[in-house]
């Protein structure tokens, strides 16, 4: 029950980020996305920092997500102009954009990897972690072709990588399994 809390927790950014931009015209620029960012880069702090405080591992699709929200509320804060139109340029890949930087960093730097899971085989880890970055920069190229056709640039390849992030946790634990046989 713990870890669903704290999986929801992680997601209220994203969520409640998506509810205030629908009633944003998708065409429409500026300082009408200001108020988006600030509420989901706000409530993005909190979605890392209570997990991380809790010894949670953090799910790192979602915490690429929250890294574009804070950017952005930082770009608005302090005026990158240059930033807010590249992501307005871009449409949602500056947030596949963040998530691949995130795979990079939590391969590199993270026992638990872009994965994040806890295993005694690191090779695995690794291994998993390189197929989900690859999935990840999959689904940044999708959505750069198809920008601002939201159901094929956004929806579903963010729905792809949590499933093939999903599909990658469960086969690693049955590699877990067969190595305890």
């Known amino acids: ?48 920092i209570v997990p991380l405080l809790n010894k949670v591992i953090l799910n790192r699709i979602l915490l690429g997500i929250n890294a574009f929200f804070i950017s952005g509320a930082v770009a608005f804060l302090f005026q990158f102009m240059w930033l807010l139109d590249l992501y307005w340029k871009l449409k949602s890949a500056p947030m596949f954009i963040w998530v691949t930087i995130v795979g990079v960093i939590a391969i590199l730097f993270n026992q638990n990897g872009f994965i994040g899971i806890h295993h005694s085989n690191k090779r695995f880890i690794r291994l998993y972690s390189i197929y989900l970055l690859l999935a990840t920069i999959v689904a940044l190229g999708v959505s750069l072709v198809f920008r601002g056709i939201l159901l094929i640039s956004d929806v579903i390849p963010f729905i792809a990588l949590f499933v093939i992030k999903d599909l990658l946790k469960s086969g690693l634990a049955k590699k877990v399994e067969k190595e305890a046989e």
């Open 1 to 48: 029950m713990r870890d669903k809390i704290f999986q929801l927790l992680q997601f209220l950014p994203l969520i409640i980020f998506l509810a205030y931009t629908r009633g944003i015209d998708a065409k429409v620029t500026g300082m009408h996305w200001k108020g988006p960012f600030l509420v989901g880069a706000s409530l993005a702090l909190i979605a890392i």
